[in-house]
């Protein structure tokens, strides 16, 4: 069973650009959640979406969107690039939503640099 | 307000020596607890998770993980470190909030195996 995809894996952009990271998560998941990584703030929850709806948002600027599509497949938008967006951005898809005893698979991650 | 806390950014052990990472949590409600690892250019891995029962668990790759509810710990051990752990180890705590997948996680522990 393949696992959780991001595309691409390594992203350059400068300032004031906009950035779309792609996410496909293990076939039959619904839910697929997002996290951006950094090393001053950690793990930082950015959203879920299950069922093609925002299920949750994290504490972030309205510079970042996302969308799940029909096919489950995510992604996530950043609009107006700043140098402290760039972070390790990781998808999570698991099967469902809520259930406390869900397992959460990443995937490898998105590095962006933003100059 | 919720909120995971690993005390140790970094520790070094020889290989052979058991080893504990720390974790401690805050959460209102009867907590659901992981432990990820994280090696370098990776996504997060989940060692092992806590949801009810003994709270002793075991996990992937030799680890284990005590929960203690008199101390809100939830502390991952293995007793023989092989050069491959090396990674960084993140403790989680969720999901949070009801019908969402989110998690939060520790800062994170990078650990160093020298020969």
């Known amino acids: 069973k393949a696992g959780v995809t991001q595309t691409p894996r390594y992203l350059i952009k400068t300032r004031g650009q906009q950035v779309t990271l792609s996410c496909s998560p293990i076939?039959?998941?619904?839910?697929v959640s997002w996290y951006q990584q950094t090393p001053g703030q950690g793990l930082q929850f950015l959203f879920e979406?299950?069922?093609?709806?925002?299920?949750n948002k994290g504490n972030f600027p309205g510079r970042f969107s996302g969308r799940q599509f029909s096919n489950s497949r995510s992604e996530m938008n950043v609009s107006t690039l700043e140098l402290g967006d760039s972070a390790l951005y990781l998808c999570?898809?698991?099967?469902?939503?809520?259930?406390?005893?869900?397992?959460?698979?990443f995937g490898p991650g998105t590095r962006l640099t933003v100059l | 307000a919720q909120s995971v806390t690993q005390p140790d950014i970094h520790i070094t052990v020889s290989e052979g020596a058991s080893l504990e990472l720390r974790c401690n949590y805050s959460?209102?409600?009867?907590?659901?607890l992981f432990w990820y690892v994280q090696s370098p250019g990776q996504g997060l891995q989940l060692l092992l998770k806590?949801?009810?029962?003994?709270?002793l668990v075991q996990g992937i790759k030799g680890f284990e993980a005590e929960f203690k509810r008199s101390q809100s710990s939830f502390n991952l051990r293995k007793p023989s470190v092989h050069w491959s752990d090396a990674a960084e180890y993140f403790c989680?705590?969720?999901?949070?909030?009801?019908?969402?997948?989110?998690?939060?996680f520790g800062t994170g522990t990078l650990l160093a195996v020298q020969p």
């Open positions: 959460y209102g409600a009867t907590p659901y």
């Open positions: 806590y949801f009810s029962g003994d709270t």
């Open positions: 999570a898809s698991s099967l469902t939503s809520g259930r406390r005893d869900n397992e959460q698979f």
């Open positions: 979406y299950f069922s093609e709806t925002q299920r």
């Open positions: 989680a705590v969720g999901p949070y909030g009801g019908a969402t997948n989110k998690l939060i």
């Open positions: 076939s039959g998941h619904r839910s």
